[in-house]
């Protein structure tokens, strides 16, 4: 079955430093990618997506691009704010299916 | 894309109680939905396909009579956690389907259950 894998968190970072949050997944088919951020108290918000290989999805700063060789999304940002602290979570849809795979979520939490 | 409110945000009831958490689509007519629910340091699981007008569609592994998935309106479902326990703690969150129309899936804030 679909499967999706994210680092652990918390994340702790400083402000402006560099950010990489993991994401490997498994699937049967040739998924769609996405991540999604949830800030604190609000519902989970669509950051980012890639529907097929090497292609590269950015929103707000942040990346991560679609590697088939690797199973893998990364999301990466350059420089992190304090506003970026939020739960981060890596998914899939893979075709078929109507509900998108999740992995467990990362937390960031930005220092000023 | 839509507006999702989900509630409660957070809930304690007894055990062997049951307990009814909303999820409303506030400006579109959501004909699917789907409910998850998430353990500590876990994924995301999909728990059910909330579909207008007919019955849910339930994961393996998810108990229907437990979990009772009701989603009358286009504008609302419910989840109800029937006969609650501990291991029944856990944080839900709904999702309404818009791909349709272009706006991908919308979620809720979530609902953190606790059963004592």
């Known amino acids: 079955g679909n499967s999706v894998t994210q680092m652990e968190g918390p994340v702790t970072l400083s402000e402006e430093a560099f950010l990489t949050i993991n994401c490997t997944y498994t699937a049967t088919g040739y998924p769609s990618l996405f991540w999604y951020v949830q800030y604190p108290g609000e519902g989970l918000q669509l950051l980012l997506k890639?529907?097929?290989?090497?292609d590269k999805g950015s929103n707000k700063g942040f990346e991560a691009t679609y590697r088939k060789e690797t199973t893998s999304f990364h999301l990466e940002k350059g420089s992190v704010q304090v506003s970026d602290s939020a739960v981060y979570f890596c998914?899939?849809?893979?075709?078929?299916?109507?509900?998108?795979?999740f992995g467990s979520g990362t937390r960031l939490q930005v220092q000023p | 894309g839509a507006v999702v409110s989900q509630h409660p945000s957070r809930v304690i009831c007894k055990s062997g109680t049951s307990v009814k958490i909303e999820c409303r689509s506030l400006d579109f007519q959501a004909t699917t939905m789907f409910w998850y629910r998430q353990f500590p340091k876990k994924s995301l699981m999909l728990m059910a396909t909330s579909n207008e007008g007919s019955k849910a569609t339930y994961e393996q592994g998810v108990e229907k009579d437990k979990f009772l998935i009701n989603h009358a309106s286009l504008t609302l479902s419910t989840l109800t956690v029937t006969s609650a326990h501990p291991e029944d703690s856990s944080f839900y969150i709904c999702?309404?389907?818009?791909?349709?129309?272009?706006?991908?899936?919308?979620f809720g804030s979530g609902t953190r259950l606790t059963v004592v």
């Open positions: 999702s309404v389907d818009q791909r349709d129309s272009g706006y991908g899936y919308t």
């Open positions: 890639a529907t097929k290989a090497d």
């Open positions: 998914a899939l849809m893979d075709t078929g299916r109507r509900a998108l795979t």
